[in-house]
């Protein structure tokens, strides 16, 4: 059994908490093992809890929802009701919706499974005000260090963001950010030794295609779903060419377009759109895919400490950090001040930017470098995208993200940052 002081605090806590007392259900949704049932059962501690892994209460509420929902809810008038892997009941979603149409007290049931439940339109429109989603991740470096969630982004939006209002950064060498790129953040499997953790990790993929998407989508073909899953774990960071993708897994356009829907839908990969400002046709459209656990996507790899060795390939540890900064940035974002959208930007005369976070009034252009220095170069697209490109219209701050160990200011609103800075609380 799980002890209380083992058990990793996750930053998703206080929300769940404000959460339970602003709507009648909440919905955790999250990839697989990411500490959906550890936060519900251990850590929150109230409510009753089933799980639907438990083939006999997934009978029983697949035959009967209405009766075994009455039956679980009577008495229960202050604590919610916890139902886990939500998801794999086809039957439950209309009831629970019944029930909530016609009690109209908060909190009455945490909900949490791999994707979202309520994808009918009807349904989730019917529930606007009713219902709260919430994300669950893997594990930020912040909640491995039980520290504070990241607000660099909030620091970065500041009229004039100083240096020394951030924290002194962890010290952290070019093997230390490697091994927290292998590791990844699944809370069971990261303190694992190397070949262990690998193994679980491919398994974790195994489990996904063999159990998940199933409760998502029939897939006919799991064996072209693996080699896509595979696909994208070495094309982390990129933008695909899907044509290409189609002709390696075997499949057509249409298939290839469902897949990848399902895949982000179960948050094995997230989409990241490109930013246009609507004014210039030499923008690319290409949307990029991150895998959002790198620890997943270096198994799937076979990729090592070997693997990275100076006289190795130098753009396998670049697509794999730019990943991995951009989930911790994506899961610090609900706790910055202001709210978010996440793109990256490209022009058809090649110049780039790895990830543009947007507010409602500014823009934040980051660059992601897997070197222990940074130089001029590293800062010419985001110069130019502020002072002469598109981002004119607005604010920009542009931050790039190195392996070295100096927080460096280059003048007008551009930073050379630490990644540990990503970990280390703005006072």
């Not at 604590?79 to 029930?99: A, H, M, N, W, Y």
């Not at 930020?140 to 620091?155: A, F, Q």
Request: aromatic share 8%; with cysteine; hydrophobic share 40%.
């Amino acid at each position: 059994m799980i002890e209380q002081e083992d058990i990793l605090p996750r930053h998703l806590s206080e929300k769940l908490d404000k959460a339970l007392g602003s709507a009648r259900i909440v919905n955790i949704v999250g990839p697989r093992q990411a500490g959906k049932t550890t936060l519900v059962r251990d850590l929150y501690k109230n409510g009753k809890f089933i799980t639907l892994d438990n083939e006999s209460v997934l009978t029983a509420i697949e035959n009967d929802p209405s009766g075994q929902l009455e039956s679980l809810t009577t008495g229960f008038d202050a604590e919610p009701l916890i139902i886990d892997e939500v998801q794999r009941s086809k039957g439950l979603v209309l009831t629970i919706k019944k029930t909530v149409d016609g009690n109209r007290r908060k909190g009455q049931f945490i909900l949490t499974g791999s994707s979202n439940i309520f994808t009918s339109i009807r349904v989730a429109d019917s529930l606007a005000g009713r219902m709260r989603v919430l994300k669950l991740w893997p594990l930020t470096v912040s909640e491995i260090r039980k520290r504070n969630p990241s607000t660099i982004l909030t620091w970065a939006l500041s009229p004039a963001p100083k240096l020394a209002v951030l924290p002194t950064p962890e010290k952290t060498d070019r093997q230390a950010y490697i091994d927290i790129i292998l590791r990844g953040g699944f809370p069971e499997i990261f303190p694992l030794e190397a070949e262990e953790r690998q193994e679980y990790y491919r398994d974790y993929v195994d489990a996904i295609v063999d159990r998940d998407v199933a409760d998502v989508l029939p897939v006919r073909k799991t064996d072209a779903l693996r080699r896509l899953i595979n696909q994208l774990a070495v094309r982390t960071a990129t933008e695909l060419n899907l044509s290409e993708i189609c002709e390696l897994v075997g499949v057509q356009r249409n298939t290839l377009d469902r897949y990848l829907e399902v895949l982000s839908r179960l948050s094995v990969v997230a989409k990241l759109g490109a930013w246009a400002s609507g004014e210039s046709r030499r923008e690319i459209k290409n949307a990029k895919s991150h895998f959002v656990d790198t620890g997943v996507a270096c198994a799937l790899r076979r990729l090592t400490s070997e693997s990275f060795r100076a006289d190795a390939n130098p753009a396998a540890l670049g697509g794999l950090m730019e990943s991995f900064v951009y989930s911790e940035l994506m899961r610090s974002a609900p706790y910055q001040d202001e709210n978010f959208r996440f793109y990256h930007w490209r022009d058809s005369r090649g110049r780039e930017i790895d990830i543009l976070a947007e507010s409602a009034t500014q823009l934040i252009g980051i660059e992601v470098k897997a070197s222990t220095t940074v130089s001029a170069q590293d800062f010419k697209h985001l110069r130019w995208f502020a002072e002469k490109g598109p981002g004119t219209t607005k604010k920009v701050t542009g931050l790039v993200f190195y392996l070295g160990q100096e927080k460096l200011s280059f003048g007008n609103g551009i930073f050379a940052l630490p990644v540990s800075t990503l970990w280390s609380t703005v006072s």
